[in-house]
């Protein structure tokens, strides 16, 4: 009884502990998994990055994605010349969704660092503030990956059906294929404030889906229905893109063929404005944009994506870890970065860029081929 008793008073003593159990903080949480998701950096390799850093990531998000948008605002005219108007739609709304990850999330982030600089010790959120940022990070996160997604889909289309792509598909198409994968991105994100919840991760400057304690079916069901979805727009995205490229590639070793076969019959080569033109079309530069996001993706949201599921996959037979995990920190960084580099797909991959890329190749090409009849 004493022994209780003691453990029982040492517990209400501890600040930390009457957060967690408080009725109105309450994160439904079990107190003795928590303190080892939410040790001090200083026990872990892997230490989180301080207000500067984030206040760095989140301007400079911001500044890309809004630089990203007044290039395609400039570039609207010649989209809709080419009837490529559902594209430009995808795209503005997949950076406006990468701004809103960069501003509202970052927002929250960096409100608990101010507040935990003022702190003796790093304190959670309450549960309202964890609740907000955990389905804002779910939401943007998704809504990324569905219309990077919504992209490939509808370059695939263009490019194998232009016929149909060109009869069929309008701007209040690509409009509401935008909201409906923005209102799926939201169910999801939405669908833990009442089935699930949001806790706050290591080092407790984040909140998220409970990836590495879940407590219940339905704590595992919603990390496995993020980490399927994304993995599956991820793969969907890159079976398009190649599908796009190579049907691309086909058309312009067709294009060569016409060319060569026009030259040996009027003895004239085509000159290097127009084989340019041809290569460096605005279908070549936005599956170029299309295939480098895509990849992009991958990389900085594979190791995420696949971490998760591989968590909730082991957690039937592993049991749980004990401590942070400190590979699902160095993903979620790896993931944000996703936001800030997208934009500069559109900044450097512009038609100008590409234009001088495959005038040097051409003229190289056309180089060696001179070089290779007069040998002969």
Request: charged share 15%; glycine share 6%.
């Amino acid at each position: 009884m004493k022994e209780t008793f003691k453990k029982d008073s040492s517990d209400h003593e501890n600040p930390l502990h009457m957060m967690t159990t408080s009725p109105l903080l309450s994160f439904r949480m079990n107190s003795s998994v928590l303190p080892g998701a939410l040790s001090n950096s200083s026990s872990t390799s892997l230490r989180p990055p301080g207000l500067g850093m984030s206040f760095f990531t989140m301007t400079f998000g911001v500044i890309s994605n809004l630089t990203a948008l007044a290039i395609l605002f400039k570039s609207r005219v010649r989209f809709r010349r080419q009837s490529k108007t559902p594209f430009l739609i995808l795209t503005v709304a997949l950076l406006i969704a990468d701004l809103g990850g960069h501003l509202i999330p970052g927002s929250f982030a960096m409100s608990l660092h101010i507040n935990n600089m003022y702190q003796p010790k790093p304190e959670m959120p309450n549960e309202t503030l964890c609740q907000i940022f955990g389905a804002s990070m779910v939401f943007f996160g998704l809504a990324s990956l569905l219309l990077g997604c919504g992209m490939a889909v509808e370059r695939v289309v263009a490019i194998c059906f232009p016929f149909f792509h060109a009869a069929t598909i309008t701007k209040g198409h690509a409009r509401r294929l935008v909201l409906s994968l923005y209102f799926l991105a939201l169910s999801i994100a939405i669908l833990p404030l009442f089935i699930g919840r949001y806790i706050a991760q290591h080092p407790g400057t984040w909140c998220f889906l409970p990836i590495q304690f879940p407590h219940s079916r339905r704590d595992r069901s919603m990390a496995l229905v993020f980490s399927c979805l994304g993995i599956t727009a991820l793969t969907f995205s890159l079976l398009c893109n190649i599908l796009s490229g190579l049907v691309l590639l086909r058309a312009r070793r067709k294009a060569q063929y016409v060319n060569t076969k026009s030259d040996s019959t009027c003895a004239r080569r085509p000159s290097t404005a127009s084989s340019t033109s041809v290569f460096c079309s605005l279908d070549v530069e936005m599956m170029v944009q299309l295939a480098v996001l895509t990849v992009m993706s991958c990389v900085c949201w594979g190791p995420f994506l696949v971490h998760i599921l591989v968590l909730q996959s082991n957690q039937s037979s592993v049991g749980l870890p004990e401590g942070p995990d400190r590979f699902l920190l160095l993903g979620l960084r790896m993931a944000s970065w996703n936001q800030i580099l997208e934009p500069w797909v559109y900044i450097l991959l512009r038609r100008t860029v590409l234009f001088k890329i495959c005038r040097r190749t051409l003229n190289n090409f056309n180089y060696s081929r001179r070089e290779t009849f007069v040998l002969q």
